[in-house]
C-alpha cells in the first residue's frame, strides 16, 4: 500500500469506525473507484456519499470507536482518494 493509501485507511479507520488496521488495499480501490465514477457522473460527492461507499465496502465500519479530536473532513479524504 503506497503512502496516500496508508493515509486514507486510516482516515477511513477513524472515520468511520472500521476495525485495525483499517481498509484493506482492495476496500480501499473499491471506495476509490466508486468515488471516481460518481464524480465522473458529474456528481461532487457527499459525506453521505462517501459514507454509503464505505460501508458498502468495509462491512465493520461503525464497529470501532477511536476517541479524540477528529479534523477529517471530507475534502481531506476525497484529496486522498483522487490523488495518484
Known amino acids: 500500500m503506497n503512502e ?4 486514507l485507511s486510516h482516515l477511513i479507520k477513524l472515520k468511520f469506525g472500521t476495525r485495525q488496521p483499517g481498509p484493506s488495499q ?3 480501490d473499491a471506495i476509490k473507484a466508486d468515488i471516481r ?3 465522473s457522473s458529474g456528481r461532487t460527492p457527499t459525506f453521505e456519499d462517501l ?3 464505505v460501508h458498502i465496502h468495509c462491512p465493520d465500519a461503525g464497529t470501532c470507536g ?3 479530536e477528529d479534523n477529517t473532513d471530507l475534502n481531506t479524504l476525497l484529496l486522498l482518494i483522487l490523488k495518484k
Not at 496516500?4 to 493515509?7: G, K, R, W
Open 66 to 68: 477511536y476517541y479524540g
Open 51 to 53: 459514507s454509503r461507499i
Open 37 to 39: 465514477k460518481l464524480i
Open 4 to 7: 496516500n493509501d496508508q493515509e
Open 26 to 28: 482492495i476496500q480501499i
